[in-house]
């Protein structure tokens, strides 16, 4: 019998109910579909969801389902940049996953359909598709189209440091406020958002070829459509659920993915994390393993040249997966009902990549540009880079690990030995770049933003003041026990574990302390004492003295969610989830 029909047969108050709800008698025999979907207004990736939610219950009811619509509207990252409302968007993923979770369980359903776009509402969908695990297909929302001259989003943290330096006038910063986000969809460049939307069709959960589409496009609506009568399918179809799909080589299908695409950094919290709910383990250093090596293809923004739009016309995915196609688990299941390798098969035989070169083509006649696939993605053999794009930095400055995205950095900065300047906060940092109190050579410390000390959120802005600075750009590095934006660049080290308010090695740094950077050897190390290098046991012996001195901070925030997200979250690298056992 079907969890809706359990439900019916328990709680005779079910039916008149969804009666009232607008439910048709009919209605209740048939395969109920949750449709849940991150839609509001709170941001372009969320703003026309409500469009695709319509698609897909379309779709549903014409595989003889009845969809019922549930919404849990996500934040924006981009408009919580700048002040302490930022703290709260890595909390937001575990609340995410709580209320679909709440929702998903309270009224059981037979089906599921999920749909979102952003940072936190990507991640947080498929940790509670995860704990549902009823027969689902999730809708990646696509990404907005570019600006006039290509711009993009993450352009806007270089204009706001160059207006702060008066390097331009405050009509070329406000041009580029009202023409950096021309439509609806994830932001134009391979940030958290892109590369989550991504990640969810390379574990099997999405259709192929429905990760970042162009938001308007009518493919997306058509994918939509699909995915609702998939999920129908799916409950028909043996009860097909997530936990049937999702392997650990469905998760180092998707890393493999990441390392090809320069994917976010960010990555590494939410795919440990949804790992997590399903029960395998995935950690930085997997991360890191699987990295070593890969080919780096896509020419996207921001280590790229072209806005995200271009990553379907390119052939998206399904293009990523056929250069890599000898590194990946071709057997894994997905939502489809059969294996990747048979599905990348389809695609060639049904005219995907056509499909794809005609909008390629229409894009580069409407612009006037001449841009190839192989200008987007490029072939195997002649990758951008044959190391991934990710390394996990460790050492006695970050014994549990730190992640840098070397496709973003300057080589000048892969080994480098810098003295320490900490800070306790992103306010004192950011003013002391912008103000050119920090030197070339200096390695900049925000410390006290881990999950426990204020939410983890990124260091956005004073990565784009450094990376946008020609002098410091290449001469400092940024080390903080937060997190970055995906749209971040240059060289900044994020995640250092353990965190300064678990008493991390990076909360007992001090000025003028000797900082050792090598990229190629995984290393980050504290080498020297207040100018002075050191051996490593010396070094051991003046930690653990100023350990014995050290007290953590007070709780930032003495009560509500991110009091119960510093006292739960887990090391960063492991994913920052909510651990309650």
């Known amino acids: 019998m079907r969890p809706s029909q359990k439900l019916r047969d328990l709680s005779p108050e079910v039916d008149p109910l969804r009666i009232g709800t607008g439910w048709k008698p009919d209605d209740l025999e048939k395969v109920q579909v949750f449709i849940e979907s991150t839609f509001g207004d709170s941001h372009p990736g969320s703003g026309h969801l409500d469009q695709l939610v319509a698609k897909a219950r379309e779709g549903v009811m014409d595989a003889g389902g009845f969809g019922a619509r549930y919404f849990c509207t996500d934040m924006c990252d981009g408009e919580s940049q700048g002040h302490d409302g930022i ?9 995410i996953a ?3 979770e709440i929702q998903g369980s309270a009224t059981p359903f037979d089906a599921g359909v999920f749909i979102a776009s952003c940072d936190k509402g990507m991640p947080g969908s498929l940790m509670g598709l995860a704990r549902l695990n009823i027969p689902s297909v999730v809708v990646p929302g696509g990404t907005m189209a570019a600006g006039p001259d290509l711009l993009t989003l993450e352009q806007l943290g ?18 580029a406020k009202q023409n950096a986000c021309p439509s609806c969809g994830a932001c134009s460049f391979i940030g958290t958002a892109s ?10 959960l999405a259709l192929p070829g429905s990760a ?14 699909q995915s609702g009568k998939q999920a129908v399918r799916l409950a028909q179809m043996e009860h097909m659920t997530p936990r049937d799909i999702v392997t650990a080589e469905s998760f180092k299908n998707a890393i493999l993915v990441h390392a090809a695409i320069s994917g976010s950094t960010n990555a590494l919290l939410h795919i440990p994390a949804i790992a997590h709910e399903f029960g395998i383990e995935i950690t930085g250093e997997t991360f890191d393993q699987l990295h070593r090596g890969a080919h780096y293809l896509l020419d996207i923004r921001p280590a790229g040249r072209w806005p995200a739009e271009f990553f379907y016309y390119a052939g998206g995915v399904p293009a990523i997966m056929e250069e890599i196609r000898q590194h990946l688990c071709l057997d894994v299941m997905t939502v489809t009902g059969k294996t990747l390798g048979e599905n990348l098969d389809d695609l060639r035989q049904n005219g995907f990549f056509d499909r794809c070169q005609h909008w390629l083509d229409a894009s580069n006649e409407r612009r006037g540009i001449h841009v190839r696939r192989e200008d987007v993605i490029r072939p195997y053999d002649q990758a951008i880079g044959t190391d991934g794009s990710i390394a996990v930095l460790r050492g006695n400055l970050a014994p549990e690990g730190a992640v840098i995205k070397h496709t973003a950095c300057p080589r000048e900065m892969f080994e480098a030995v810098l003295t320490a300047r900490p800070f306790d906060s992103e306010e004192a940092c950011i003013d002391a770049v912008l103000h050119h109190r920090v030197q070339p050579g200096d390695a900049v410390f925000i410390r006290y933003e881990g999950p426990k000390g204020s939410g983890m959120p990124e260091m956005f802005y004073t990565s784009e003041a450094i990376s946008s600075d020609k002098e410091l750009g290449r001469s400092i590095a940024l080390i903080t026990d937060g997190r970055f934006s995906g749209a971040s660049t240059g060289p900044v080290i994020g995640h250092c574990s353990p965190e300064a308010q678990d008493g991390g090695p990076i909360a007992l740094v001090e000025e003028g302390d000797l900082i050792y950077l090598n990229v190629k050897e995984r290393k980050l190390d504290i080498i020297g004492i207040h ?3 050191m051996s490593p046991e010396e070094i ?3 930690l653990a003295e100023r350990k014995k001195a050290w007290q953590p901070k007070a709780p930032k925030y003495p009560k509500g969610v991110l009091r119960l997200f510093s006292e739960l979250a887990v090391s960063p690298m492991k994913g920052a989830y909510l651990a309650f056992e």
Do not use: C, F, H
């Not at 703290?87 to 609340?95: D, I």
């Not at 590369?195 to 099997?204: F, K, P, S």
């Open 212 to 225: 970042l589409l162009p938001a308007t496009s009518p493919d997306l609506q058509t994918y939509a459509y």
């Open 195 to 204: 590369t989550m939307q991504i990640m969810a069709e390379a574990l099997g």
């Open 87 to 95: 703290n709260y968007s890595l909390a937001s993923r575990e609340m």
């Open 531 to 533: 100018g002075q290098r």
């Open 98 to 100: 709580n209320m679909i």
């Open 540 to 542: 051991d012996a003046v």
């Open 158 to 175: 270089m204009y706001s440091a160059k207006y702060e330096r008066g390097e331009i006038d405050r009509e070329e910063l406000d041009w």
